[in-house]
Each structure stands twice: as structure tokens, then as C-alpha cells.
């Protein structure tokens, strides 16, 4: 029983390029999100869907889109990246559709580096 | 806006040194507070969820306590194991967000 799985681990950008962040369940949760930590923050929001077929934006949400392409997998996509987007980036899901009070259960992140 | 303050934010102990981890909290009409384990390099793991005021639930060394105000993290006769960055985080029902500290890490030495 894998939990989540984040594709890739490491990944190097330079300004301006783009790239797709993979994440998948096989728990049959409801609710996925995708967060980003930086040193000396809080983990940080970026969207999240409630349920297949919907996203919503988060806290932090500029410069970046996602899609839930079915139950099982959310992809987070940074069309033009810039170093503000250097980060570790975090999918999570969750049982409950919306953001209720079930616990989320995390993959172990993509090191994203944009020179 | 809801606010999640963690301290401290280090703490090196003994093995078998007990000590407290606290986070104080500021929401509209708490839904939930959660614990969270995250070791370095992994994502966050979830360890408790407490409710309201006065509840306490406990996991091998580790016990969780609320009032209205904090929760503590406190943790009995702790193991170089036991090493991690503890994540607090709490869900307000005046707005849908999650609203994470900014953790507190511990450092057990042998």
C-alpha cells in the first residue's frame, strides 16, 4: 500500500521554464491538495480539489494551476517558474470531501530548485 | 485571520529527558488540532487529532492535551528515535483552511 506518490523527488529548473509535479493515491480518497514548505514558514496551501472533477485556490496559488485528472492523481503545473518557486513541494489527500477534519496523509515531497 | 504559534522552535534533550512541545492557537470556533511527525526529507506523518478543550490522546511516548487557548505535545522518557520536526495545525470553522505552525524540532541525543 503505497499512501502517496510524488513524482519526480528532485527536480532543477531555470527561470522561465515549466514542468509538471505528479502525485498520486490508492487510498479511493476524496480530497487532494498540494502545499509548499519553505524554511521558516508553515506549510502553505497552493489548491486543493474536494472531489474528482473540482480545484479551488489555496493561500498561495499565483503562478501555478493544477488538474485532477481523475480520483486517484492531482498534478500541480508551474508554467514560467521563478526562484520564488524554489521550495519543497507536498501532496496530500484526505477521506472527506472538502476540507473537513480527517487527517491528511502526505507524500514525501518534490525538492524543486529554479536558478 | 487564524494564527498557530509553535515553541520552541528547538529542542535538544536527553534520552529519557520528558519535556513538552507547545502550540498556541487563535481561531473562530475550533473544528480541530492536529499533530503532526515530520522527519527530514519525508513528509509530514499525522499522529493526533484533538477536538476541544480537556481532551488528551496518547501513542507510545507521546501524549496530546487542548484547552482553549494551546495544546501540548508531551513526551515521556523520549528515544534518539523520537527525532523529529512535531508539526501543529489547526481548522477554524469560520474558515476551511488549515493553518499550520512552524513546527518545533527535537532533538533526542543518546
Known amino acids: 500500500n503505497a499512501g502517496v506518490t510524488q513524482t519526480p523527488k528532485f527536480q532543477v529548473l531555470k527561470t522561465g521554464q515549466s514542468m509538471t509535479l505528479q502525485c498520486a493515491q490508492d487510498?479511493?480518497?476524496?480530497?487532494m491538495y498540494w502545499y509548499r514548505q519553505d524554511p521558516g514558514m508553515g506549510l502553505r496551501l497552493i489548491y486543493y480539489?474536494?472531489?474528482?472533477?473540482?480545484?479551488d485556490k489555496g493561500e498561495v496559488p499565483n503562478g501555478y494551476n493544477v488538474s485532477r485528472l481523475n480520483k486517484r492523481e492531482f498534478s500541480l503545473r508551474l508554467e514560467s517558474a521563478a526562484p520564488s518557486q524554489t521550495s519543497v513541494y507536498f501532496c496530500?489527500?484526505?477521506?472527506?470531501?472538502?476540507?473537513?477534519?480527517?487527517?491528511?496523509?502526505f507524500g514525501n515531497g518534490t525538492r524543486l530548485t529554479v536558478t | 485571520e487564524d494564527q498557530v504559534t509553535q515553541s520552541p522552535e528547538a529542542l535538544r534533550l536527553q534520552e529519557g529527558e520528558s519535556s513538552s512541545l507547545n502550540c498556541s492557537y487563535t481561531?473562530?470556533?475550533?473544528?480541530?488540532l492536529f499533530w503532526y511527525r515530520q522527519d527530514p526529507g519525508k513528509g509530514p506523518e499525522f499522529l493526533f487529532t484533538?477536538?476541544?478543550a480537556g481532551e488528551e490522546k496518547e501513542k507510545e511516548r507521546l501524549k496530546a492535551t487542548l484547552t482553549k487557548k494551546e495544546s501540548f505535545l508531551h513526551i515521556t522518557a523520549p528515544k534518539p528515535e523520537d527525532s523529529a520536526t512535531y508539526l501543529c495545525?489547526?481548522?477554524?470553522?469560520?474558515?476551511?483552511?488549515?493553518?499550520f505552525g512552524k513546527g518545533t524540532k527535537l532533538t533526542v541525543n543518546p
Open positions: 496530500a489527500s484526505s477521506e472527506e470531501r472538502g476540507q473537513g477534519t480527517s487527517p491528511l496523509h
Open positions: 487510498m479511493n480518497h476524496n480530497s
Open positions: 480539489s474536494a472531489s474528482e472533477g473540482t480545484t
Open positions: 481561531v473562530s470556533g475550533l473544528r480541530g
Open positions: 484533538l477536538y476541544s
Open positions: 495545525a489547526v481548522k477554524g470553522g469560520g474558515s476551511e483552511k488549515l493553518v
